[in-house]
C-alpha cells in the first residue's frame, strides 16, 4: 500500500485472509486499502491540503465510489465480528484491540476526508485513542498502537485554545507536544504503521515551517518506496 500497489495489497490480504479466517487483522487490512485506494483516486493524499488549515476547512465534499463504500465497510464489519469473538473468548487479546485501533481510526478517515463529518469523526479518533491506551497496558511494546494517541493529541491539541478547552471537557487528548512525541514513537519502534507516522509528522513538520526536517522524512520515504510518487512530488514542492 505504501507504494500505491493497491491491487498487490488485496492479493496479499485475501491470501492472508484464507490462510488465517478468524484473525480480524487481515479483514481491516483490506479494508485501509479500499479505503486508502479511494483517497488516492480523489487526490486526498496531497500534503497541502493539510498544511494549510483554510484550504481544509474550504475543502469540498467528495463524492465516493458506491462500490468501494460497499467493499470498505464490509471488511470492517468482519473485522468487527472477529473482533468481538475474540474479545468475548481472550479480553486482553491483543491483536483483535490493534484491529479495534485501525478500525476505528480507517472509519474516522472515511467520515472526516470524504464525507466531511468532521464532529462524527471524532467519535471515532477518540474510540481508536482509548483502545490503544487498553492495549499499551497489556502490551507497551505495540509502538503501532502510540500512533492513535499521538494523532488525536496532535490534531487537537493545534486547535485554538477555547477548541481545545471544549474537547477536553469530551474526554478528547488535545496535548500537541504529547502527539509528536507518540508519533515519533511509532514512526522509529512501529512495524506496520511506521512509514505512516513519518509521513505524519513530516506534514507537522512542514505546519512548524522546518523545512529541513520534512525534507529528510519525505527523502527517506521516497527512497523506500519508490513507486509512490507522492513521496518524491512533496520532496520536489519544498526543495
Given at each position: 500500500m505504501y507504494n500505491l500497489d493497491?491491487?498487490?495489497?488485496h492479493d496479499t490480504f485475501h491470501l492472508y485472509q484464507s490462510a488465517h479466517p478468524d484473525d480480524p487483522l487481515g479483514f481491516v487490512?483490506?479494508?485501509?486499502?479500499?479505503?486508502?485506494?479511494e483517497f488516492n483516486r480523489l487526490q486526498i493524499l496531497e500534503s497541502d491540503l493539510f498544511i494549510d488549515d483554510q484550504k481544509f476547512d474550504n475543502r469540498s465534499q467528495q463524492k465516493p465510489d458506491p462500490a468501494v463504500k460497499a467493499a470498505f465497510e464490509a471488511e470492517m464489519a468482519r473485522s468487527d465480528e472477529l473482533v468481538s469473538k475474540s474479545l468475548a473468548a481472550s479480553p486482553g487479546n491483543a491483536n483483535a484491540l490493534f484491529s479495534r485501533v485501525l478500525a476505528n481510526g480507517l472509519r474516522g478517515d472515511y467520515t472526516a476526508m470524504i464525507e466531511k463529518r468532521n464532529l462524527?469523526?471524532?467519535s471515532y479518533m477518540k474510540t481508536s485513542r482509548i483502545t490503544a491506551q487498553?492495549?499499551?497496558?497489556?502490551?507497551?511494546?505495540c509502538y503501532d498502537?502510540?500512533?492513535?494517541?499521538g494523532v488525536?493529541?496532535?490534531?487537537?491539541?493545534?486547535?485554538p485554545a477555547p477548541v481545545r478547552w471544549v474537547l477536553r471537557m469530551t474526554g478528547s487528548q488535545t496535548?500537541?507536544?504529547e502527539g509528536i512525541q507518540r508519533l515519533r514513537l511509532t514512526a522509529e519502534k512501529g512495524y506496520y504503521l511506521a512509514p505512516f507516522a513519518r509521513l505524519l509528522l513530516a506534514v507537522a513538520a512542514l505546519r512548524d515551517k522546518d523545512k529541513n526536517t520534512a525534507r529528510l522524512l519525505l527523502a527517506g520515504l521516497a527512497t523506500?518506496?519508490?513507486?509512490?510518487?507522492?513521496?518524491?512530488?512533496?520532496l520536489a514542492r519544498i526543495q
Open positions: 493497491f491491487s498487490g495489497a487490512a483490506d479494508g485501509a486499502a479500499y479505503l486508502f485506494a462524527a469523526s471524532l487498553q492495549l499499551l497496558a497489556i502490551d507497551p511494546t498502537a502510540f500512533l492513535a494517541v488525536e493529541n496532535y490534531l487537537l491539541g493545534s486547535t496535548d500537541k507536544a523506500e518506496f519508490p513507486h509512490n510518487q507522492l513521496y518524491s512530488k512533496e
